[in-house]
């Protein structure tokens, strides 16, 4: 059985047309997926990326990611995240490493975290490491703001303050005694944020957005506009 975004609740109210994506029910479209492209890659579009892994490691990330054959490009400073290559596995291993104090984060592509989880708690057992690798993909939500415009826009409407937070850049949100975390940046190589939020927030999160939609002119998109920007770039 697909499993179903924190943020349903929202994508059925703007009308959704949903589709089955990497085990996942989510918006294809909005009705109109050109605009969508459009809305993506010149002003601003929120998009549903609860289909993507999110790993969190605390404890010696640093040992475990070189044991397992993931290479950053430079050492992850503070509040910092960059892309970092897995090798090996004889498929695109393209991941996203945020860096939040002594904890990271790892987002992957749909369908990819599996594997990645199982091997990670495999090295930490051999290795005897003091980790704590957790899967939270299921139990938070992962919503895209893309595009030229969304910072600007995004951080007006959020109720949390994000001027400081530079390109490349994450932070830790607490709000409510929720956590949200944020990344500056996006899958598509573009400027955007990406918010993680407890799945029990989701309606909350996706619900403040797509009400202010239209104040912000802000674009509900789907999988099919974002998935074939993604074939376009040759990043999927």
């Known amino acids: 059985m697909a499993k179903v975004s924190p943020f349903q609740q929202a994508h059925n109210r703007l009308g959704a047309v949903f589709g089955e994506f990497d085990g996942w029910t989510l918006p294809s479209d909005f009705g109109d997926s050109q605009s969508e492209q459009d809305a ?3 002003h601003c579009a929120a998009v549903d990326l609860s289909s993507f892994g999110r790993i969190c490691l605390k404890g010696n990330p640093e ?4 044991q397992a054959d993931i290479q950053l490009p430079s050492p992850l400073s503070d509040g910092r995240w960059c892309w970092a290559v897995k090798n090996g596995d004889g498929r695109p291993g393209r991941l ?3 860096k939040i104090g002594s904890e990271m984060i790892i987002l992957t592509l749909p369908g990819r975290d ?3 989880l199982a091997e990670l708690k495999q090295i930490s057992e051999k290795m005897k490491l003091q980790n704590t690798i957790l899967d939270v993909s299921e139990n938070t939500g992962m919503l895209g703001l ?18 400081d937070l530079q390109s490349e850049g994450v932070t830790r949100i607490s709000l409510f005694m929720l956590n949200f975390v944020v990344f500056r940046g996006s899958w598509l190589d ?4 990406e918010l993680v939020c407890p799945a029990s927030a989701g309606p ?9 939609r239209e104040k912000y002119n802000i674009t509900p998109a789907g999988m099919a506009a974002f ?4 074939k376009q770039k040759n990043l999927l």
Request: net charge positive.
């Open 63 to 66: 040992t475990l990611l070189q």
């Open 204 to 212: 909350l999160a996706a619900g403040s957005i797509a009400k202010a």
């Open 146 to 163: 893309y595009g030229p415009n969304a910072f600007r826009l995004v951080r007006q409407l959020l109720p949390f303050d994000l001027e």
């Open 190 to 193: 573009i400027d955007g944020l």
């Open 96 to 98: 996203r490493i945020g």
């Open 114 to 116: 599996k594997t990645l």
């Open 227 to 230: 998935r074939e920007i993604l």
């Open 40 to 42: 993506i890659l010149n």
